[in-house]
């Protein structure tokens, strides 16, 4: 019998041993639909709604002084965040800080690390990576007075799903000076080497940083450990920040003696901030590259949201995400492939994130025929449905329920109903 046949049961007997089946009930959830598109935008953690509501009393009832007389402090707050935050990276607090937004953090530390010589011009990327990578480092060779065509290098994918290692480090040559990956894929979902990766930048002298928006919050990572320059990443996926959430960038130590690439009054030393000197002074930490003052609304949920992964523990969200990838698989191995689907995600746990990329020829069509049946996927081009289980509030009969729907699409070519042009919002 196939782990389909077994049906619901087998689902619900797995939800009946798992450990972190309680943690469910601290999120809104919609009871109409099974959301898979955590890795897009995470629902709302009760816990998230509670610090943006005591944030907005204390700013109700303090007016100016919710900056210093708040507990945390919000003048503060990012030092705090970043804190909750490093556990979850292998960090420690002053390495990481809470601030602005994925790829201005990007722009940051480019700005930072990237001065070219003759003999080390190039900053090294992957063809697979999130674009906005790609546009920020673009900008900034062009703000050196570079032509991208010229000192972006480029690595290929060989297969259009995922990178080859090996040649990512076969292209780690004396030209390169930055390099830049993600640590999971945004549409494969596969999860690089990270620590290898950078132990081989630093051995050719090359500063190595990384793009984490789909690794942190489900996958374990240890920056610190790893000695990584440099790592950026959003809080809204996986880790329930809420739409534009402010982002994060973690800074090897190592560096705080570096002069922030693009400077701000926020990065003051704090007991001279107010002093509003000419002459910059920054912090020696991660905050010290804090540029404009923090959009604290923007940040509020995520304290909520980080005690929860806090009390949960990345390990364990990590376990449970396994078995719910694995399981998807092997549903979609027993009764979705005689309809063309298939997994475009590496099978290795050590190789891949918190995502199942099912891949199809009419992913599209497929794509909006489960949102109006009551599952919320994504879609990202050419041919990829996204479906990410995620282990703090998604269960195994809801995957379960995922795999039906389709069957159902499918027998009944439901999605013949719909158009082949993607939605704005893929």
């Known amino acids: 019998m196939g782990v389909y046949d077994q049906g619901v049961m087998f689902a619900s007997e797995m939800d009946g041993v798992d450990p972190l089946k309680g943690i469910r009930q601290e999120f809104y959830l919609n009871d109409e639909v099974i959301y898979m598109d955590g890795n897009s935008l995470g629902l709302f ?15 109700k009832r303090m007016g100016i002084d919710c900056w210093t007389k708040t507990n945390p402090q919000l003048f503060l707050y990012q030092d705090h965040l970043g804190a909750l935050m490093a556990s ?62 010229e000192a972006l290098k480029e690595v290929k994918s060989l297969d259009g799903r995922t990178l080859d290692e090996d040649r990512l480090i076969e292209a780690m040559t004396e030209d390169v000076a930055i390099a830049v990956f993600p640590s999971v894929l945004y549409r494969s979902g596969q999860l690089l080497d990270v620590a290898r990766l950078t132990q081989t930048a630093h051995e050719r002298g090359i500063i190595i940083g990384f793009d984490c928006c789909h690794g942190v919050g489900a996958v374990p990572h240890e920056f610190s450990k790893w000695d990584v320059d440099f ?3 959003c809080t809204y996926k996986y880790l329930n920040g809420g739409p534009g959430s402010n982002a994060a960038l973690y800074l090897n130590k190592r560096h705080f003696g570096l002069h922030p690439g693009l400077a ?7 007991d001279k901030q107010f002093d509003l000197l000419n002459t910059f002074e920054p912090v020696r930490n991660a905050g ?15 304290e909520g949201s980080l005690e929860l992964f806090n009390r949960v523990g990345v390990e364990n969200i990590r376990e449970k995400s396994l078995k719910l990838t694995d399981y998807l698989m092997a549903l979609i191995d027993d009764k979705l492939t005689g309809y063309g689907f298939s997994v475009g995600n590496p099978r290795e ?76 919002v893929a």
């Open 45 to 59: 953690p009760k816990a998230a709604e509670a610090s943006l509501l005591r944030v907005l009393e204390d700013y």
């Open 88 to 149: 979850l990276v292998g960090a420690s607090p002053e390495e990481v800080t809470i601030m602005s937004n994925t790829t201005l953090n990007l722009h940051s530390m480019i700005a930072t690390f990237y001065k070219p010589s003759a003999e080390r011009f190039k900053i090294l990327v992957d063809d697979l990576t999130f674009p906005t990578s790609r546009y920020a480092i673009e900008s900034q060779l062009r703000l050196k007075g570079l032509a991208p065509e």
């Open 231 to 233: 790592a950026v990443w």
């Open 264 to 270: 701000g009054w926020q990065g003051y030393v704090k």
């Open 288 to 302: 010290g590259w804090q540029s404009g003052t923090q959009n604290i609304f923007s940040m509020a949920p995520l």
């Open 349 to 424: 746990p050590h190789r891949r994130g918190g995502h199942v990329a099912l891949e199809h020829s009419d992913a599209v069509r497929i794509n909006q025929a489960l949102k109006d049946n009551g599952v919320m996927p994504d879609f990202r081009a050419p041919n990829v449905i996204r479906l990410a289980p995620i282990a703090l509030y998604t269960s195994f009969t809801e995957v379960f329920r995922v795999v039906e729907t389709l069957v159902r699409i499918m027998d009944e070519k439901l999605y013949e109903n719909y158009s082949s042009m993607r939605g704005t």
